[in-house]
């Protein structure tokens, strides 16, 4: 699978990433869905996996997998300093 089927949760609208989700399944035939957030936008890419699972995609994908890390990084100031991350993998239902 290529990380074209990768969505990556930022500052855009919500509604924008739910629609990223729902037309990678739907209009790209995608068989799997990786979304994938770090630092204060993870509650937001819970948040459009549940929307979209509950809401636009009932019964046709399931949460397959999640996976929790943290990357370090040096910021502006020159401080290492780590974020977690979160990638949640979804899956069309067969």
């Known amino acids: 699978m290529g990380e074209d089927n990768s969505i990556f949760i930022g500052g ?10 729902v037309m990678q399944f ?3 035939s995608a068989t799997e ?3 994938k957030a770090r630092g204060k ?10 929307v979209a699972t509950k809401r636009f995609l009932e019964g046709t994908s399931t ?3 999640i996976k929790i ?4 990084f040096t910021n502006k100031e020159g401080k290492q ?3 977690s991350t979160i990638e949640i993998v979804l899956g069309k239902n067969s």
Do not use: L
Not at 12 to 21: A, D, E, I, Q, R
Not at 41 to 50: C, G, K, L, T, Y
């Open 33 to 35: 869905v990786i979304v």
């Open 63 to 65: 949460i397959k997998d």
């Open 12 to 21: 855009k609208p919500f509604m924008n990433y739910v629609t990223g989700v």
């Open 26 to 28: 739907t209009t790209k």
């Open 69 to 72: 890390d943290s990357e370090e």
């Open 81 to 83: 300093v780590r974020v």
């Open 41 to 50: 936008f993870i509650s937001r890419a819970v948040d459009v996996v549940e």
